[in-house]
């Protein structure tokens, strides 16, 4: 046998692979190379070492695994809670977003209908009969559909905000969110 052999089966020999015919051939190699014997004395160390290490492993006792099992059903729980966390942020997220989204084109309407009726009677006051004309025809409920919807101011929810004028007192109305003219939720905002 030559020595680069007697590498290979060395390698074999620390992790227990070795075969008995083979483990010979490299007893014998390693009894007449100097080299080969103290690699193969190292090795033998190696394998001892090894197979102390290995013995030393304790099986885990029950206690042990009892304390495994707890900390798994905590750590499932905990999981379990995080989850829960998150789906009800994103409840009350969907919650608030939807709350916000219907509030924000009530105070819009709201603003908006002031602005109309402040915005005619500053005209009047001011000796523009002919503008606020214009506004009371683009909001009228008589005008067209097509002249309301190229000409006409409209509130959040598309529907053209209504201005009367009527006993000196201007009157302007947004339908609200149902879009119809006359319900409760009517927006109105009165001036002189």
């Known amino acids: 046998m030559r020595c680069d052999e007697a590498q290979k089966l060395l390698a074999a020999f620390i992790t227990g692979e070795l075969r008995d015919e083979a483990l010979s051939a490299l007893r014998e190699h390693a009894s007449h190379c100097e080299e080969c014997r103290a690699r193969f004395e190292e090795a033998q160390a190696l394998e001892s070492a090894l197979k102390r290490a290995y013995a030393l492993q304790v099986p885990p006792t029950e206690p042990v695994m009892r304390r495994v099992m707890r900390l798994q059903r905590r750590r499932r729980w905990h999981r379990l809670l995080f989850v829960a966390f998150v789906l009800v942020l994103l409840v009350v997220a969907l919650v608030a977003g939807i709350v916000v989204l219907r509030a924000y084109p009530l105070a819009l309407a709201q603003k908006e209908v002031r602005l109309l009726v402040d915005g005619a009677a500053r005209l009047m006051s001011q000796g523009e009969p002919q503008q606020c004309a214009a506004i009371v025809a683009r909001s009228s409920p008589a005008a067209s559909k097509k002249r309301l919807r ?5 509130d959040p929810w598309g529907t053209p905000y209504r201005l ?3 006993g000196g007192r201007w009157r302007a109305v947004s339908a609200g969110p149902d879009r119809k003219f006359g319900t409760p939720d009517d ?5 002189r």
């Open 187 to 191: 927006i109105t905002a009165e001036g």
């Open 164 to 166: 009367y004028y009527a």
């Open 150 to 154: 190229r000409n006409a101011y409209l």
